[in-house]
């Protein structure tokens, strides 16, 4: 890799509330939310989490918010993520859990289309190689 190709372990989310989309995200990957110190939460427009394995999400405030209407309607998705699991169904009941909801369309058999608290999607994807878990 050369100085000028870009790299990055980041990515990024609009939200109407980053802290509660922060806290989800962070839950379901075991994560750790950015320390706010003395900062007034009600100002928050950008959040952190790390996760266990290094990259970073981003949460953007973002005041007129419209969640995607996946897969088809007027508010296209326009990106999603992928955690791979070790063991799906308990890693679903987990997200579930924790405030996720299935999408009505599952177009696999080996992943699951989950749309998050504030109607991002992103899949569960079954990992059969043991130890390779993001969530779990």
Do not use: N
Request: with cysteine; glycine share 8%; proline share 11%.
């Amino acid at each position: 890799m050369t100085r000028d190709t870009p790299h990055s372990h980041y990515c990024a989310l609009d939200c109407p509330d980053p802290l509660a989309l922060a806290d989800f995200y962070a839950a379901l990957v075991s994560g750790k939310v950015e320390d706010l110190g003395d900062f007034p939460r009600d100002h928050v427009t950008w959040l952190e989490i790390m996760t266990p394995w290094g990259a970073v999400i981003g949460f953007q405030k973002v005041p007129d918010y419209r969640a995607p209407t996946w897969p088809d309607g007027p508010v296209p998705q326009q990106a999603h993520l992928d955690f791979l699991v070790d063991d799906l169904p308990s890693a679903l009941e987990r997200a579930e859990r924790l405030g996720a909801r299935r999408a009505e369309v599952q177009p696999g058999e080996t992943f699951v289309v989950l749309l998050d608290p504030v109607g991002h999607p992103f899949c569960l994807v079954h990992d059969p190689r043991e130890g390779l878990s993001a969530v779990g």
